[in-house]
């Protein structure tokens, strides 16, 4: 196994800690993994395995835990047993009906110090999160970010431009990098995941008939990505291939996508107005690697790929990100932490100066000394240009502050 350090370095200082662990994260983007890391580390501070109750769903070990009855028995049972401090980590706990119950009755009862995983953003709106506000906090893990890639792949920076190209097309779901680095072996792999999370997280979750429209909206984002889309923009666009399905309808399925994190959805901010926009939001994949397999290895898309794999960096590194909206003009993103603030412009390259004029030109009308950024895959100049900083995106990713 190989340690996702940030990660491990966000959660340690909560064990123990009179809070429930909660860790979210597309499947397959490494939560197991992740669980068996918690339990290494708990080890390391002297924790005996046997104090250790640990429950998989993923796992068929596990299937006679169907509801929170039967994992209130078991995990009864287990702790009875234990002297000393005692751990409970259930991973993918969504699969276990009602499993709010029994959580809320162990923390409430101090049985243990509690970690689960699941792989549903509603998850956090069930029963748990009105009982216990403020007594549990949420680590979400993403894909493997570039640096990431380059770590599992046992690679260094002489490699970095060839990895580039394989990061921008396979993604960065860990699995992968236990495949052949070849197109069909990959791009397989990658669909049997995507259509893993489209059936048991969405479709089966949510009772959807009507799968081929699901799929029909899941490639339209993938191939709209980077772009303005609305439930309306899809509808009209069905209707021209004379599909007939409503905004509500849309909608909806949008909205259960982004519960399973196979897309995120971008605000708009009005950046003069200084208010959160509710509408023409962007949406993006929960990993890159997702369009490849759904849309294969189209090269006129990279632009939005790019944007898709800064987006995916800066969540992964804690930012609030949203759209920016200055009168007519459009910022990439607004990345927000704590009290800094970082304005964006993704670019492929900045290949003559109508360009250079209008990546940079954006942030002309912006006067606060918030950093701005351009990022293009240029290799010339990459300096600052009227006080805005200029990246080569490969050196960025890479960077362990910005």
């Known amino acids: 196994m190989i340690r996702r350090d940030k990660y491990l370095e966000k959660i340690t200082p909560f064990i123990d800690k009179p809070v429930i662990k909660v860790i979210t994260g597309l499947r397959r983007c490494g939560k197991s993994t992740f669980a068996k890391l918690l339990i290494q580390e708990l080890q390391s501070k002297k924790i005996s395995p046997k104090n ?23 995990v009864t ?16 706990v969504q699969e276990i009906e009602s499993w709010e119950k029994a959580i809320t009755s162990f923390f409430n009862d101090s049985v243990a110090d509690i970690y689960i995983t699941g792989s549903n953003s509603r998850m956090l709106s069930s029963e748990l999160a009105t009982l216990l506000t403020g007594r549990y906090i949420e680590f979400h893990l993403n894909t493997l970010t570039f640096t990431e890639h380059l770590k599992f792949r046992g690679k260094d920076r002489n490699d970095e431009e060839k990895e580039f190209t ?26 049997a995941i995507y259509s893993t999370i489209l059936l048991k997280d969405v479709v ?26 609305t439930a309306k923009g899809i509808s009209n666009f069905l209707k021209s291939r004379r599909i007939s399905c409503s905004v509500d309808t849309i909608m909806n399925y949008i909205q259960w996508l982004i519960d399973s994190y196979i897309i995120y959805k971008v605000l708009r901010y009005d950046i003069k107005g200084k208010k959160q926009l509710e509408l023409y939001e962007k949406y993006y994949l929960g990993d890159i690697g997702f369009i490849f397999s759904i849309l294969g290895n189209k090269f006129d898309d990279i632009s939005g790929k790019l944007e898709n794999i800064v987006f995916l960096e800066l969540i992964s590194r804690g930012y609030k990100v949203s759209i920016g909206k200055l009168y007519d003009k459009e910022v990439d993103f607004i990345a927000v932490k704590s009290e800094r603030k970082i304005y964006f412009q993704v670019a492929y390259m900045l290949s003559d100066e109508k360009v250079i004029e209008r990546e940079f030109g954006v942030f002309n009308s912006i006067k606060d000394n918030y950093t701005k950024i351009v990022l293009s895959l240029d290799k010339f100049f990459l300096g600052e240009k009227d006080g805005v900083k200029w990246y080569n995106l490969i050196d960025f990713l890479q960077k362990k502050d910005f």
Not at 52 to 74: G, H, M, P, R, T
Not at 172 to 186: C, K, R, S
Not at 204 to 226: F, H, M, S, T, W
Request: with cysteine.
């Open 52 to 74: 250790i109750v640990y429950i998989n769903k993923d796992s068929l070990e596990y299937d006679f835990i169907a509801n929170y009855k039967d994992l209130y028995q078991y």
């Open 166 to 191: 394989n990061y921008l097309k396979y993604g960065g779901l860990p699995g992968i990098h236990q495949m052949e680095f070849n197109d069909e072996v990959i791009s397989q792999y990658i669909y």
């Open 204 to 229: 089966a979750k949510n009772q959807i008939r009507d799968v081929v429209l699901l799929e029909r909206i899941v490639k339209y984002i993938a191939d709209n990505c980077g772009n303005i889309t």
């Open 77 to 92: 049972k287990k702790v009875s047993k234990i002297r000393g401090k005692k751990y409970i980590i259930v991973d993918e």
